[in-house]
T-cell receptor
Framework: DAEITQSPRHKITETGRQVTLACHQT?????MFWYRQDLGHGLRLIHY???????NKGEVSDGYSVSRSNTEDLPLTLESAASSQTSVYFC?????????????FGQGTRLTVV | AQSVTQLGSHVSVSEGALVLLRCNYS??????LFWYVQYPNQGLQLLLK??????LVKGINGFEAEFKKSETSFHLTKPSAHMSDAAEYFC??????????FGTGTRLQVFP
């Protein structure tokens, strides 16, 4: 069965370190998204991609970057981790527009920056 | 800018009671509206979505939602709560059929 997987599920890192969170989907979806989930804020969009070599900034993109070298993967990099980036991160993918199709979410990565 | 507001960060009901989770949207154009559910330690799963085809939308697990343009609302209901409904519920809006803008979520507790 097709799926979307995130790794690692949990990570603790130190302030200032570079961290990369992996997202891999086997749906062959063009669209991929990264969200962070924080209490009182719901899910906020960090970056998104509509296809290979395409990346776009979301509402909370500062301190994060993504790259899309193939259809299946959209890794999220924290260039220099900060305590404010302690959060639960969700990756999602969809095949085209959300009206016609459904966005599928990974199980999340809980990141703690100490 | 489009957004959604979920009234009540926590809702508690007894098993068998009506579930009502509130969502209001602000959008300058008719939006596409969604309800997602998140069970503990899991990702989000689509419950239902409104795409202007019908104002009353039925979803999975017995949930439904009604789009009311005059009230700019898209409240989620279920006639009879079950223990397995305990989860966090997110309302979301999309104007351009791509990105989702989420509300802050409502945690539903169901008591026996």
């Amino acid at each position: 069965d097709a799926e979307i997987t995130q790794s690692p599920r949990h990570k603790i890192t130190e302030t200032g370190r570079q961290v990369t969170l992996a997202c891999h989907q086997t749906w062959n979806h063009n669209n991929m998204f990264w969200y962070r989930q924080d209490l009182g804020h719901g899910l906020r969009l960090i970056h998104y991609s509509y296809g290979v070599q395409d990346t776009n900034k979301g509402e909370v993109s500062d301190g994060y970057s993504v790259s899309r070298s193939n259809t299946e993967d959209l890794p999220l990099t924290l260039e220099s981790a900060a305590s404010s980036q302690t959060s639960v991160y969700f990756c999602a993918s969809s095949d085209g527009g959300l009206v016609e199709t459904e966005a599928f979410f990974g199980q999340g990565t809980r990141l703690t920056v100490v | 800018a489009q957004s959604v507001t979920q009234l009540g960060s926590h809702v508690s009901v007894s098993e068998g009671a009506l579930v009502l989770l509130r969502c209001n949207y602000s959008s300058s154009v008719p939006p596409y509206l969604f309800w997602y559910v998140q069970y503990p330690n899991q990702g989000l799963q689509l419950l239902l979505k409104y795409t202007s085809a019908a104002t009353l939308v039925k979803g999975i697990n017995g949930f439904e939602a009604e789009f009311k343009k005059s009230e700019t609302s898209f409240h989620l209901t279920k006639p009879s709560a079950h223990m397995s409904d305990a989860a966090e519920y997110f309302c979301a809006v999309s104007k351009n059929t791509d990105k989702l803008i989420f509300g802050t979520g409502t945690r539903l507790q169901v008591f026996p």
